[in-house]
Structure formats: C-alpha cells, structure tokens
T-cell receptor, first 118, second 118 residues
Framework: AQKITQTQPGMFVQEKEAVTLDCTYD???????LFWYKQPSSGEMIFLIY??????QNATEGRYSLNFQKARKSANLVISASQLGDSAMYFC???????????????FGTGTKLQVIP | EPEVTQTPSHQVTQMGQEVILRCVPI?????FYWYRQILGQKVEFLVS????????KSEIFDDQFSVERPDGSNFTLKIRSTKLEDSAMYFC????????????????FGPGTRLTVT
C-alpha cells in the first residue's frame, strides 16, 4: 500500500520569501511518481509539479521545485518568492506505475494550508 | 486549453435519494476517475474507469456507487441512496494515457461538485 504523510497542517510565509512544504511517502514499489497539487479556496485541484522515482534531477516548474530525496523517501515542495496568490491548500500525492492495466489511482496526503502574509 | 467540466457545481439532496454527478472529461482522454474530499479532509480515490469498465475501486466505492460512460462524452457517478456521510466534494479526473514512470501524465481534475446530503 502507498502512504503519503504531510506533517504541517498549516504554514505561514512572508510575501517574497521562500517556503518549503514537507512530504514523505512510503511504497514498496520501485516505480512511482510524486505530484504536488494546489487547491485554492475555490476548490479546484491544480497540478503543480511531478517527479518520477528514476529521475536523476529534481523537478522544477517556474517558482516551484521539488526537493526529492529518495533514500529518505521525501519529496518536499519549495516555492520561491511567495506571492499572495500562493495562499492555498497544497497536497502531495503519489501514483505507482505497475504493469499495463495496473493501478492508476493517486494517493493524496492530508495537505498543508499555506498562508502568504503581505 | 481543454479542461474537465463537472455539473452541477453544487447539489443538495435528501438522505435516501439518488444523485447523479456528471463529468465531461477532456475529449481525447481514455482514463477516468472519481475522487471525493470530505470537508477539511484529504482527497480520497473512489474509482478508475477504462475501456468501459472499472479498472480499480477503493473500499469506499461500495454497492451504492456506480459509474457509467453513457454516450462517449459524459462520465457519471451515481449514488443510489445517499447518506449524510456522502456529503463531500466530488472530483472527476481524466488522463490521456496510462501512467508510466517515463511520463508525467498527470490527471486533469475538474472543478468538483459539492454534494450536500440533508
């Protein structure tokens, strides 16, 4: 079974500062992908960034980067230069890549609520 | 940009009634999913659907739930006899391809339907 743990229920960050949102995961499968989603107060789920378990480099997408430490089973999200619009719930998630026809579901963590302070 | 749409955005129903939540996935996508998020909690996988059949379901997806792709564009979730604990946000998602470790084929989420059972 797969498990995602986000230990920070809430975080505050000053505008323009960087912030790290923690995520640890557990799976026995060697092939998996890690995702971060943003959920603003309006409720929709917005894909931010992806990291494959065999990727050698940490993923980056604009102001988002994923600090992937495979041995520690952690996949922390780093947001640089925080903006007021970054205030939202952030979910870490995982998919396991099994054989064709295998499991496709995304397993989510409990989320971290980020508030950016002006 | 293509997007997943869901209707209605908010559904209020009485306990014991049947509800149908509708989703229109992105047109060339082949894999479809339903998730739910009870208020303040994490997103939970319900079911995945491919080639007109369920490919995986969670323990939440019991006999009161069913899914259907009735006409090649809509993807529906039916809850036969709603209970108070079914009150949640229901997200539909779709993906073009099966997830593999070499791809970052994320699931595109719809905006959600908020179901309130009274």
């Amino acid at each position: 079974a797969q498990k995602i743990t986000q230990t920070q229920p809430g975080m505050f960050v000053q505008e323009k500062e960087a912030v790290t949102l923690d995520c640890t995961y557990d799976t026995s499968d060697p092939s998996y992908g890690l995702f971060w989603y943003k959920q603003p107060s309006s409720g929709e789920m917005i894909f931010l960034i992806y990291q494959g378990s065999y990727d050698q480099q940490n993923a980056t997408e604009g102001r988002y980067s994923l600090n992937f430490q495979k041995a520690r089973k952690s996949a922390n999200l780093v947001i640089s230069a925080s903006q007021l619009g970054d205030s939202a719930m952030y979910f870490c998630a995982m998919r396991v890549a099994l054989n064709s026809g295998g499991y496709q579901k995304v397993t989510f963590g409990t989320g971290t609520k980020l508030q950016v302070i002006p | 940009e293509p997007e997943v749409t869901q209707t209605p955005s908010h559904q209020v129903t009485q306990m014991g009634q049947e509800v149908i939540l509708r989703c229109v996935p992105i047109s060339n996508h082949l894999y479809f999913y339903w998730y739910r998020q009870i208020l303040g909690q994490k997103v939970e996988f319900l079911v995945s659907f491919y080639n007109n059949e369920i490919s995986e379901k969670s323990e939440i997806f019991d006999d009161q739930f069913s899914v259907e792709r009735p006409d090649g564009s809509n993807f529906t979730l039916k809850i036969r006899s709603t209970k108070l604990e079914d009150s949640a946000m229901y997200f539909c998602a779709s993906s073009e391809l099966q997830f593999t470790i070499l791809t970052s084929i994320e699931q595109y989420f719809g905006p959600g339907t908020r179901l309130t059972v009274t």
